[in-house]
């Protein structure tokens, strides 16, 4: 921080302040956004998550000159530091803001120019695996003569920080966020694609709508497509149809969108020449479907790991990163996939649960992580792919998640197939739940859990299998949620 010198200060933002300085030896000026970490090992993660921003390259996109970590005494914080070439650009916000004012529309060639960039400039960054996860109006610059850039990237670790995004994202903001983003903290390339369509719908309507209008329609977009109506040219309600799908698995990648006409068109225009753009791949190699959705994806990977004899490697990946949380969920849906298919031997999980309790442990407030852990459990304890030394830290981390996730059906429901199976087999496991823990036993927190989810079918099915399992094992009354002998009346 020594190197600069601070001109001016910007409004902070959802996740940090922006400030302009001043080189103190070449005297250029530059932009440098400070952004609030938990903690040194949060701010040391992002730094090396940002790192790639250094050798981002691309005309449309604000190149990152250094990255740092400091120390702010003030808010006795760990800050890590993002310095950034200063464009003399005002923002997409402020231009729509005043074509919202004088009710005039962008001009199609404007639109074509913002399009054909903004796909490019993604198509740039994703095929490097570089996401934005920021895309908005007020983080895209336009200058006079239509030229966009793209600027304030966010990293994996702060964007998945919940407290960070309930509390410092305005709700007028949270509108330009993928419905996977927002509810559970999900980011991929398709949720760019997400937020770029939103930026390019509120330009395509703030004419004729004013801004909590608009707003409300973009927020709309989270349940249906009916804002869609608004727009009249085909070609533009087809691209954003395919832009703006629910589903993430449904929603089109930039590879996608490079090939719609009205695309191609716009890229032309702005000379760029990724619509002739292919990806080379290696003679032999064959390009992952990311097309088809990324659990096609996974379970061609599956069958590849499979056929090298490889699951041992995914446990093996889930030790070396545990704080990874996107390979974490990524190693949990392969070995779903891997048992629901029923393509591996017993042997080549070892350790499986052992470790799956220990990450479950470290996430146990993260209901994203959660889920998809709870859910390889289940298939790995239905299978028996177990030991006992396991059973008393699964029939754990199983309570602990009711207790942290009492209203998250779908972690309800894997816990309650678990505890069936594990039931079903041990006596350590029925054991284990009639355990008194804070005041209360495992079979308190079912049936209290239970009353969360009254009208939902699939975990009133689990739990009532999880109760046969519990009243035949005769090592607890759940009516009183106490232990009692067999031989008690």
């Avoid at 005002?90 to 074509?112: A, G, H, N, P, Y």
């Amino acid at each position: 921080m020594e190197s600069y010198v601070v001109v001016d200060v910007m409004p902070p933002g959802s996740f940090g302040m922006t400030f302009f300085v001043e080189d103190r030896n070449s005297g250029l000026e530059y932009t440098m956004k400070k952004v609030e970490c938990l903690d040194e090992t949060r701010a040391n993660r992002s730094l090396q998550e940002a790192l790639c921003l250094i050798d981002v390259n691309h005309p449309n996109i604000v190149r990152y000159r250094e990255l740092f970590i400091l120390w702010d005494k003030h808010i006795t914080s760990s800050m890590l530091s993002m310095v950034m070439d200063c464009p003399y650009m005002t923002t997409l916000k402020i231009v729509i803001s005043s074509q919202r004012e004088m009710k005039e529309r962008f001009e199609d060639k404007c639109l074509q120019m913002f399009l054909g960039q903004m796909v490019d400039a993604l198509a740039y960054l994703h095929n490097r695996s570089i996401l934005h996860r920021n895309m908005k109006p007020s983080n895209i610059l336009m200058s006079s003569d239509s030229v966009f850039r793209i600027c304030d990237f966010g990293t994996a670790t702060i964007s998945q920080d919940r407290a960070k995004v309930d509390i410092r994202i305005k709700e007028s903001e949270k509108c330009w966020m993928a419905p996977e983003s927002m509810r559970l903290l999900q980011w991929s390339d398709k949720s760019d694609i997400w937020s770029l369509g939103c930026v390019l719908l509120d330009m395509l309507i703030c004419h004729i709508l004013n801004e909590e209008a608009s707003l409300s329609q973009l927020s709309q977009l989270k349940h249906d497509l009916t804002p869609l109506d608004l727009i009249i040219c085909r070609d533009l309600r087809h691209l954003l149809t395919r832009m703006l799908s629910l589903n993430p698995k449904n929603r089109s990648n930039v590879w996608v969108l490079v090939n719609e006409a009205i695309v191609q068109q716009s890229l032309i225009l702005c000379g760029s020449s990724s619509h002739s753009i292919k990806r080379t791949l290696p003679q032999g190699v064959t390009e992952p479907p990311f097309h088809e959705g990324i659990d096609s994806v996974l379970e061609k990977a599956c069958e590849q790991i499979v056929k090298l004899d490889s699951v041992h490697q995914v446990l093996n990946t889930l030790k070396d990163y545990p704080h990874e949380k996107d390979i974490i969920v990524s190693c949990c849906k392969i070995i779903q996939i891997t048992l629901e298919k029923g393509r591996c031997a017993p042997e080549s999980f070892p350790d499986a649960v052992e470790t799956l309790c220990r990450l479950g442990e470290l996430y146990v407030q993260d209901a994203v992580v959660a889920e998809y852990l709870c859910s390889a459990l289940q298939f790995l304890i239905n299978r028996a792919l177990y030991e006992e030394k396991d059973i008393e830290k699964a029939t754990c981390l199983l309570v602990h998640e009711l207790r942290s996730h009492p209203n998250e059906a779908a972690i309800v429901n894997h816990v309650f197939v678990a505890m069936a199976g594990l039931i079903e087999s041990s006596d350590t496991a029925a054991l284990q739940l009639c355990l008194v823990t804070d005041d209360r036993n495992g079979v308190y927190h079912i049936m209290d859990v239970r009353r969360h989810h009254l009208d939902n079918p699939k975990v009133t099915e689990s739990f009532c299998h999880l109760l046969k399992q519990m009243v035949q094992h005769g090592h607890c009354t759940v009516g009183t949620g106490y232990p009692v002998k067999n031989d008690e009346p």
